[in-house]
Every structure is written in structure tokens, then in C-alpha cells.
């Protein structure tokens, strides 16, 4: 295993630890060790579930959608093209957390956000 291999391998191993953590944020029971097409169905799912009293819903949802496109292709790559695989998860990280930082805060009772 070359180098850049390994520590990519690492990458790739830490990145889907973060997403599983993230996903069960998202109240998501995710199993031991997912994958990532496990991770890119239980997004999808929450995506399509976000509760109806979030601020910016449908970009919440949006960011979580494309999270999953970045699952799938990183997905598909499998073991070929680790950085390439890389890169797709860690976008797939920075568009869950902007979903749940920027977007998926509860309404305020009054109903302003």
C-alpha cells in the first residue's frame, strides 16, 4: 500500500466515522461499522423527514440531498481512486453540518425564526 493510499485509507475511515455520528444526530439508528451506501440511505431518509417546524427546512434538505449524492459517488468509486472517494466524503460532511448548523434550528414558539 503506497502512502498516499494509507493515509487516505485513514481519511476515509475517519470521515465515515464522523458521518455515522452525524446521522444519528439527525436521530438515524445507525448500526456498528455502516457503509457508506447504509449512510446515504438513512440520510436520504432523513432528508425526506425533517421535522416541519425547522427554520429553512427545504434547505436543510437540500444540503442533506446533496451529502447523499456525495455518499453515492464515493460510494460507487469503492476502494478505486481514494482521494477522489475522499474528497466526495468530506464534501458530504461539510453539506450535513451546514444543514444541521445554518438550517435545522426549531422555530421559535412565537413562529419567528
Known amino acids: 500500500m503506497t502512502t498516499l493510499t494509507a493515509r487516505c485509507s485513514s481519511a476515509r475511515s475517519r470521515a465515515v ?10 436521530g438515524s439508528a445507525v448500526p456498528d461499522d455502516p457503509g457508506i451506501t447504509e449512510l446515504a440511505d438513512q440520510l436520504a431518509y432523513v432528508a425526506g423527514h425533517l421535522p416541519e417546524d425547522l ?3 427545504a434547505e436543510a434538505a437540500t444540503h ?3 451529502a447523499v449524492e456525495h455518499l453515492r459517488a464515493a460510494a460507487r468509486l469503492g476502494g478505486l481512486l481514494p482521494v477522489v472517494t475522499l474528497h466526495h466524503l468530506r464534501l458530504a460532511l ?3 453540518r451546514s444543514a444541521r ?5 426549531p422555530r421559535h414558539p412565537s413562529g419567528r425564526s
Open 55 to 57: 427554520v429553512n427546512r
Open 17 to 26: 466515522e464522523e458521518l455515522a455520528e452525524a446521522t444519528a444526530k439527525w
Open 101 to 105: 448548523r445554518d438550517h435545522a434550528r
Open 94 to 96: 461539510q453539506r450535513e
Open 64 to 66: 442533506l440531498e446533496a
